[in-house]
């Protein structure tokens, strides 16, 4: 039983870093996404980095960590111009 178990954690684990790799993809090519993303993925540093990249106003649609992560706020700011 306990093999079963594993093998399913590992699929489950496999499945989820597949679904965070196409809602990447996906606010890489529009980072209105990223406000209809998963808190995970709002929560994901590279995701959040590629959609303020787009536009700075990605931030509010940010997991609160990112949104107080100073890196992550100056980007914003850089790209927006305020």
Do not use: F, N, Y
């Amino acid at each position: 039983a306990c093999h079963c178990i594993r093998r399913i954690s590992i699929c489950d684990r496999k499945r989820m870093a597949s679904e965070a790799q196409t809602w990447r993809a996906s606010v890489a090519s529009d980072w209105r996404r990223l406000q209809l993303a998963p808190e995970s993925v709002r929560a994901d540093r590279r995701a959040v980095a590629c959609a303020i990249k787009q536009d700075g106003e990605a931030l509010q649609h940010a997991a609160a960590a990112l949104r107080a992560d100073r890196a992550i706020v100056l980007a914003a700011v850089r790209v927006t111009g305020q």
